[in-house]
């Protein structure tokens, strides 16, 4: 679960408890004004991870489009186009192990 604003607002703060820029320190607005875009942005990331994370991992644990499309044309040309054929079951199994949440 993606953390709530004020605990990433707290962590920031005790990981940066003064923030620079070319020797230069922020005063007190400008640091809040970072912490709080910082803090929007990582609660942004962790929503979208939680929602898509699947789809992320999923992507990039498919074979390759033309390991694809080979595995696709031996199982068309064994008349495997059904589930029983090794496309179906490379697909089947990225899924099976990143299932939607």
């Known amino acids: 679960m993606a953390r709530s604003l004020d605990t990433i607002k707290a962590q920031l703060k005790t990981d940066n408890p003064t923030l620079k820029s070319d020797g230069r320190v922020f005063d007190e607005e400008e640091y809040n004004e970072t ?13 979208d991870q939680e929602t ?11 074979p390759e489009i033309a390991e694809q499309l080979d595995l696709l044309y031996h199982d068309m040309t064994a008349g495997k186009g059904d589930k029983t054929g090794e496309w179906y079951k490379a697909v089947k199994a990225v899924k099976d192990a990143n299932p939607k949440p």
């Open 35 to 47: 912490i709080n875009a910082w803090a929007d942005e990582i609660r942004a990331n962790e929503i």
């Open 52 to 62: 898509n994370g699947y789809k992320y991992v999923r992507k990039e644990t498919y």
